[in-house]
């Protein structure tokens, strides 16, 4: 199991759970961030810190949201938009940097204010 980031983190980017993720898990986008569901040790230290109560852990993502269960899984399995090959699992979102890209789900989603 793992923790999903669900649509209020779109065009928000807040990163305070990239801060407090003791084993660096959190990806950023371009327009929101994605958890990396193997690499997630559900500490649920990045739960509580979103200003934005984004963050469920898998089996509580309110059904209006459930897309993004699977869609946090896709930033890492398949192509994004303008790339040969997936993300896959780099070992550490420090490392990779901003991908700069989203998935179509998140891409495609109305600008927020």
Not at 22 to 39: F, N, W
Request: net charge negative; glycine share 10%; aromatic share 8%.
């Amino acid at each position: 199991m793992t923790y999903v980031i669900a649509e209020p983190c779109i065009d928000v980017l807040d990163r305070a759970c990239v801060d407090e993720c003791p084993v660096d898990c959190i990806y950023e986008g371009e327009r929101a961030l994605y958890i990396h569901p193997d690499e997630c040790v559900d500490c649920g230290a990045c739960e509580p810190v979103c200003p934005v109560e984004a963050i469920y852990y898998e089996d509580d993502v309110p059904g209006k949201w459930s897309v993004f269960t699977a869609d946090n899984a896709l930033f890492f399995s398949e192509p994004l938009p303008g790339r040969d090959a997936p993300l896959g699992s780099p070992g550490g979102a420090a490392r990779t940097g901003a991908v700069g890209v989203d998935t179509p789900l998140v891409g495609g989603h109305p600008r927020q204010a």
